[in-house]
C-alpha cells in the first residue's frame, strides 16, 4: 500500500497514481483530412476522457475552436453535413478546386467546362493574393464558429498563424474567435492573408503543422498530437513544373511536421491517405477514421489518467446504443 506521509518519495507516487495529468490535444492541418479530428473528439467524449487545452492549426483550428466553444462532436457532424448542402460550399471555389483535381475523370463536355473554368481560376490568381474570395471563405468560418471572444470560450484554445511579414509563428490566444481561426486557415494561394496589426497572418501550417510545443506552453502535461498529413511516398506522376512543386512542398512538410510530433506523448494517425485538402465531400468517412485512429492508441492517451481509471470504459454495447440514438 502506498501511503500519502508528509511528502518525499511516497507522496510523489501517490500524486502519480491518483492525480490525472493535465491533458492537451494539438490539431494538425491537412485541409478536408481535417474533419477526421471530429472523430478522435468522438471517442475523447465517448471515453469520457476530459481535454484542458486545445491549440490548433489551419483546419485543426476551425475543429478545436467549435469543440473549445462546448459543440459536441455529433453537432459538429450536423454542422459539416448541413455546411456541405448549403449554397455557401455548393457555389464555392472549394468546390472548384476540387473538380479542376478531378477533371481527367470527366467526359468530353465536362472537361471542356473544367478548362474554362480552370483558367479563369488561375487567371484571378495572378492579379489577388488568393484564388477564393476572403467574403467566402469567412462565410465558412462564420457558419461553424460563433462571433465572440477567444476569452469566452469553455476551454482555452490557442490558434496557430504564420506572419508572412517576420516568417515567425503566431500564437493566437485573444481577440475574436473568428478572425484567429481565418487567420489560422489562410491557405497561401487559396485564402487571402489576414492584417493584423502591422503583421500579415497567414496559414500555421507554414511553420507548425501540429501545435504540440504550443499546447505544452499553454500547461499541457500530456500532449496528443493528431496529424492529418499526406503520406510520404506518392505513386503520382510528375509530369509538370507544377506536380513538382507540389510534390517538393509536401516532403518539406512531412520532415517539418517530424519535429512537432516528436513532443507529443501520444500521436494519432488518422488513415486519411492522400486526400485532397478540398475532400469535404468524404466528411463523414474521415470522421470515422479519426474516431478509429483514436480508439486503436486509447491505451497510450489513458497514461494521462490516474491508474484506476486507464482499464475502464465504456463498453462497445452503450456506445452502438448511443449511436442509433
Not at 491533458?23 to 474533419?35: C, V, W
Not at 493574393?129 to 470560450?153: C, R, S, T, V, W
Not at 515567425?168 to 474567435?177: E, F, K, R
Amino acid at each position: 500500500m502506498v501511503g500519502i506521509g508528509t511528502g518525499g518519495p511516497e507522496r510523489v507516487v501517490f500524486v502519480m497514481i491518483w492525480r490525472r495529468k493535465r491533458i492537451g490535444i494539438a490539431l494538425g492541418g491537412g485541409g478536408a483530412r481535417g474533419l477526421a479530428h471530429i472523430g478522435v473528439f468522438r471517442a475523447f467524449e465517448e471515453e469520457s476522457i476530459p481535454i484542458d487545452v486545445i491549440a490548433g492549426t489551419s483546419i485543426g483550428a476551425l475543429v478545436g475552436a467549435a469543440f473549445a466553444n462546448g459543440i459536441s462532436s455529433r453537432e459538429m457532424g450536423e454542422l459539416v453535413d448541413g455546411f456541405l448542402e448549403s449554397p455557401t460550399f455548393q457555389d464555392s471555389a472549394l468546390k472548384s478546386i476540387k473538380e479542376m483535381q478531378e477533371s481527367k475523370h470527366f467526359s468530353l463536355t465536362q472537361k471542356i467546362q473544367a478548362f474554362f473554368k480552370n483558367r479563369i481560376i488561375l487567371a484571378q490568381a495572378m492579379f489577388r493574393p488568393g484564388i477564393l474570395h476572403a467574403e467566402d471563405f469567412q462565410a465558412m468560418i462564420d457558419y461553424f464558429l460563433p462571433d465572440i471572444e477567444m476569452k469566452e470560450l469553455k476551454i482555452p484554445f490557442v490558434a496557430v498563424a504564420t506572419d508572412l511579414v517576420s516568417g515567425y509563428p503566431v500564437a493566437i490566444s485573444g481577440g475574436s474567435l473568428r478572425k484567429a481561426v481565418m487567420a489560422s486557415c489562410a491557405v497561401p494561394g487559396a485564402v487571402p492573408p489576414v492584417a493584423d496589426d502591422g503583421r500579415l497572418l497567414s496559414d500555421g501550417g507554414i511553420v507548425s503543422l501540429v501545435p504540440t510545443s504550443v499546447v505544452r506552453q499553454m500547461g499541457a502535461e500530456f500532449v496528443v498530437a493528431v496529424t492529418v498529413g499526406s503520406e510520404i511516398e506518392t505513386a503520382d506522376e510528375m509530369k509538370t513544373a507544377m506536380d513538382v512543386y507540389v510534390r517538393a512542398t509536401n516532403i518539406m512538410s512531412f520532415h517539418l511536421e517530424q519535429g512537432d510530433l516528436k513532443e507529443a506523448d501520444a500521436v494519432i494517425r488518422p488513415d486519411v491517405g492522400n486526400l485532397h485538402w478540398t475532400d469535404f465531400l468524404l466528411a463523414r468517412d474521415l470522421i470515422r477514421e479519426g474516431e478509429k485512429a483514436t480508439r486503436e492508441h486509447m491505451v497510450d492517451v489513458k497514461k494521462a489518467l490516474p491508474f484506476f481509471k486507464r482499464w475502464t470504459s465504456r463498453s462497445p454495447e452503450n456506445r452502438a446504443d448511443e449511436n442509433l440514438s
